[in-house]
C-alpha cells in the first residue's frame, strides 16, 4: 500500500499514458469487440437453452476454431466443462491419472496439481520434482509415472516452459491456462493441453478448455470403463460426450462462450497461433529490453530462454513497487501489482495478444516517470 496517500495524486502526463490501460494476468483485457458479438446476440443467444441450436453453434465453432487455432491432427478433441482450470486438476485426478503422475512444480499453480494428485486417495503419491521460482527444472522420465504434468506458462513467476515428451509412454498433460493462445506449442509433444479462457482468450473465468489427443481419450475411456468412482460433475468421460455434441454437461456461461468464441475467431482471421504469439513476443521483447537498460528493473527471470511472452515479471530495485502499481492505477494503468505469494519487490505484466503491444512500450515510459517521481 502507497503509505502517502499524496503519492497517488501524481498525474501521469496523458500523451504517455496507453490507450487501454488493462495489464491484468487474468481476468485479463477484453477486447470491446468481444463484448459488441455479446451485444449483437442480446435477444438471439443470450438467455437461450444450451441444448438449441443457436448456444450449441457457438460452441461448435469454438471446437472448431481452438482445433484450426492449435493445428490439431486428426482425432484430437476440445472437450470443456464448468470450473476453470483448477477444477480441471480435480477432473484429471479422477479421468486421466491411472496410478501416479510426475510432476514439474516451479510456482504456485503448479504446485496445486501436485498437491491436488497427492491429496487423491485412489492413486499413488506423486513424484514432485521442483525449481526455485524464476526458473524451471528439466524434463524427466519415470517409468513408474503414467501422466506428466507441467504447466506450459507459470502465471506467478512469469517462467515459461515448451513444452517436450519426456519419454514415450505416459501421458502429457499441460496447464495452459496462460500460455494457450499466445505461445507456440507442437501437438506432437502433448496428449492434453488444458486452459480457462479469462488470459489470452480475453473472455471472463469459470469455464475450462482442453485439448485431447487420441492417446488421452483412449485413457479416459480406460479408466471409466475401470468402474473408479468419480462424481459426475467430474467426469471426464461424461464431459468428453458432451463436448462432442457441442454442449457441455451442466448449464455454461453464455457470455463466456460467446467472447471465446469472438477472440479465438479474431485470431484465426488475423494469422493465427504465429500472429497472436508475434503479438505477445513483441510486447515481451519491449518489456524485457526495457529492464535491462534500467537501473532500478530487473527480469525476474534470469535466464531469458525461460522468459515467458505473455507475463513479465519485473523485479524493482530502490523504489516501493506496490507504490510504483498503486500509482499506475490512481492513473487508470491498472493490474501490474505482482503475484501476492511470490512476496518480491516487482511488478508483473499481462502480455496476452489482445493487449496492444504499443501499449506495452506507452506502459513502460508510464513507469519510468512514476519511479523518477519516487526518487525525487
Ligand atoms: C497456470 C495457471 N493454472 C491454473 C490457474 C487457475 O485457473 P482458474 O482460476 O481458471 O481455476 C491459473 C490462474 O491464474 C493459472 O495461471
Same mark, same amino acid.
Given at each position: 500500500m502507497v503509505s502517502d496517500k499524496n503519492q497517488l495524486d501524481f498525474r501521469i502526463p496523458a500523451h504517455l499514458l496507453p490507450a487501454d490501460g488493462r495489464f491484468g494476468c487474468g481476468p485479463s483485457k477484453v477486447r470491446p469487440e468481444q463484448l459488441e458479438a455479446v451485444m449483437s446476440r442480446v435477444t438471439s443467444v443470450m438467455g437461450t437453452s444450451h441444448r438449441q441450436a443457436p448456444v450449441k453453434n457457438i460452441v461448435g465453432s469454438v471446437r472448431s476454431g481452438l482445433t484450426s487455432l492449435f493445428n490439431l491432427p486428426e482425432g484430437w478433441e476440445i472437450v470443456m466443462g464448468n470450473g476453470g482450470s483448477t477444477v480441471f486438476w480435480d477432473v484429471a485426478t479422477f479421468g486421466l491419472i491411472r496410478n501416479r503422475s510426475h510432476h514439474l512444480v516451479f510456482g504456485e499453480f503448479s504446485s496445486k496439481f501436485?498437491?491436488?494428485?497427492?491429496?487423491?486417495? !485412489?492413486?499413488? =503419491?506423486? /513424484? /514432485? /520434482?521442483?525449481?526455485d521460482p524464476g526458473s524451471h527444472p528439466a524434463p524427466a522420465?519415470?517409468?513408474?509415472?503414467?501422466?506428466?504434468? @507441467?504447466? !506450459? +506458462?507459470?502465471?506467478?513467476?512469469g517462467v515459461? #516452459?515448451?513444452?517436450?515428451?519426456p519419454a514415450k509412454d505416459g501421458?502429457?498433460?499441460v496447464d495452459a491456462t496462460s500460455a494457450a493462445g499466445g505461445l507456440l506449442w507442437d501437438p506432437a509433444n502433448v496428449d492434453v493441453y488444458y @486452459?480457462?479462457?479469462q488470459?489470452? @482468450?480475453?473472455?471472463?473465468?469459470g469455464l475450462w478448455l482442453a485439448a485431447c489427443s487420441p492417446a488421452a481419450i483412449e485413457r479416459i475411456r480406460e479408466i471409466k470403463a475401470s468402474k473408479r468412482w468419480m462424481p459426475a460433475s467430474l467426469d471426464l468421460s461424461i464431459a468428453l460426450d458432451n463436448s462432442?455434441?457441442? %454442449?457441455?454437461? +451442466?448449464?455454461?456461461a453464455l457470455a463466456t462462450l460467446i467472447m471465446? =468464441?469472438? %477472440?479465438?475467431?479474431? #485470431?484465426?482471421? +488475423?494469422?493465427?497461433?504465429?500472429?497472436?504469439?508475434?503479438?505477445?513476443?513483441?510486447?515481451?521483447?519491449?518489456m524485457y529490453s526495457w529492464a535491462e537498460s534500467r537501473d532500478f528493473a530487473t527480469p525476474f527471470v534470469s535466464n531469458p530462454a525461460q522468459r515467458s511472452d505473455v507475463v513479465a515479471t519485473i523485479d524493482i530495485d530502490g523504489v516501493d513497487a506496490n507504490q510504483v502499481s498503486a500509482i499506475l492505477r490512481a492513473n487508470g494503468v491498472v493490474d501490474t501489482d505482482s503475484y501476492r505469494k511470490l512476496g518480491r519487490n516487482q511488478l508483473r505484466v499481462g502480455m496476452f495478444p489482445a493487449i496492444d503491444p504499443s501499449d506495452v512500450a506507452a506502459l513502460t515510459a508510464c513507469i519510468d516517470v512514476v519511479v523518477e517521481h519516487l526518487r525525487s
Open positions: 501436485a498437491e491436488a494428485s497427492a491429496a487423491a486417495p !485412489h492413486l499413488a =503419491d506423486p /513424484v /514432485v /520434482v521442483s525449481s522420465a519415470d517409468a513408474e509415472c503414467d501422466v506428466y504434468a @507441467f504447466p !506450459h +506458462n507459470e502465471t506467478s513467476t515459461a #516452459m515448451t513444452p517436450v515428451r501421458l502429457v498433460v @486452459f480457462a479462457p488470459k489470452c @482468450f480475453a473472455s471472463d473465468g462432442v455434441a457441442n %454442449q457441455t454437461y +451442466n448449464t455454461p471465446l =468464441d469472438e %477472440q479465438v475467431k479474431w #485470431m484465426n482471421t +488475423n494469422g493465427g497461433l504465429a500472429w497472436a504469439a508475434g503479438r505477445s513476443a513483441e510486447s515481451a521483447r519491449t
